[in-house]
Each structure stands twice: as C-alpha cells, then as structure tokens.
C-alpha cells in the first residue's frame, strides 16, 4: 500500500469509480453524478499537474531527459506514455512523482467542494493504496477484446501499446476483490445505465 493515504474527511460522502484502461470508468463516474454530487476527475488533474508543476516538471525532465519534450518544451504526454508503459521499474519511479502531488490536488478537491456527495473517477485506486480513501469503491469491467478495440479507437494505440497498459495494472479479478459494486461495461450503454441507476439507489438510501 501506499504512504500517499489520504486522512478521511468529515461529512462527506466519497465514491470511487475505478477500471483498467478502456473499461469505461469515466463513462460510468458521469452517468453516477447527479446536480448534487462533485466529480473529480483523477486523469484531468494529472494532465494539468504535468502541464503546469514546475517541481514535477524538472523531476520527470530529469527520468526521461529532453527527449519527451514538444517544440516548446511541454511534455509529449504520448512520448511519455511509450517510456512508461514499457517498463515496470520506470513505471514505478514515474508514479513516485506524480501522485503525492495528485493525492494533495485531489484532497483539496474534497475539501474545498460544497457538495456532500464526493465521485472520484480514478485508474490508481487500489494501485495506489487510496481504497481506505473512499467510503464505496465501484470497480469498472470490460472484455479484453473490448479494452483493446476501444483503446486503439479512442487513443490511438496499437494492441501492443494497449496490451502493455494492460500489463501495468492491476487484474480486473484482482481489483474486484476490493469492490463494494462491480458495474459490466461489456454489455450496451443502457445495460450499464440501468446498472449505474440501480447502485445510485443503494447508495442514495443508505
């Protein structure tokens, strides 16, 4: 587990909605929010710390060197994505960096959110030890073939680069087991929508 763990917040109720790549996580933590809930968005904040941390900035310069670098000197997020999808050691050192900062980013988040209902739509949530961090994890399936038609489709990968991501993160099976609401985004989107709208009951009586 994790030393990044988050202390727990009073009076707020937090969702986590996890997956592995192309299950559809993000998909679902949509369909779950209502006017009354916040949504934070663990990849988006990523992107942004990466795009405007200068302490992260120099670290990740640092691993990779100029090379994962644009013309005007911002990161190559796809360049990056190559180097550390391609290796677990590397892999590891890159979320060494990056997620004590996303940790902090997503607490303030919470804190300073005045909805009582707090979904956190995040790929790390059993990876990075924050499972304690959520009141209900929601854990996101798809079919293989499914992860890799749809992740070729929508980011532009190859199978292998897909079957690489795949490879760094955490079974779907083993994931489960942390789950209190395992949603099947195999089937079609209003067979997820039911599923979605039958846990946002549960979850709104208790």
């Known amino acids: 587990m994790s030393s990044y763990m988050p202390k727990p917040r009073k009076n707020k109720f937090i969702i986590g909605v996890t997956g592995n790549i192309a299950c559809g996580?993000?998909?679902?933590a949509?369909?779950?929010?209502?006017?009354?809930?916040?949504?934070?968005?663990?990849?988006?904040?990523?992107?942004?710390?990466?795009?405007?941390?200068t302490a992260v900035y120099r670290k990740i310069l640092k691993l990779f060197g100029r090379k994962i670098l644009k013309p005007d000197n911002s990161i190559d997020r796809a360049k990056l994505s190559q180097k550390v999808f391609s290796n677990k050691p590397v892999l590891a050192k890159f979320n060494s960096i990056i997620l004590p900062e996303l940790i902090r980013k997503i607490k303030i988040c919470i804190r300073n959110s005045d909805k009582k209902i707090i979904i956190l739509d995040a790929a790390l949530i059993v990876e990075a030890g924050l499972t304690r961090m959520v009141d209900k994890l929601v854990v996101v399936t798809a079919k293989k073939h499914q992860q890799i038609t749809r992740s070729q489709k929508s980011l532009g990968l190859t199978k292998e680069q897909v079957l690489l991501r795949m490879k760094s993160q955490i079974s779907q099976k083993a994931k489960s087991r942390?789950?209190?609401?395992?949603?099947?985004?195999?089937?079609?989107?209003?067979?997820?929508?039911?599923q979605v709208v039958k846990i946002r009951r549960l979850l709104w009586k208790s």
């Open 25 to 28: 996580k993000s998909t679902v």
């Open 30 to 53: 949509r369909m779950l929010k209502t006017r009354n809930c916040f949504l934070i968005n663990a990849d988006y904040l990523g992107h942004k710390i990466l795009s405007s941390d």
């Open 178 to 194: 942390f789950a209190d609401f395992i949603i099947d985004n195999s089937v079609q989107l209003s067979k997820t929508r039911k």
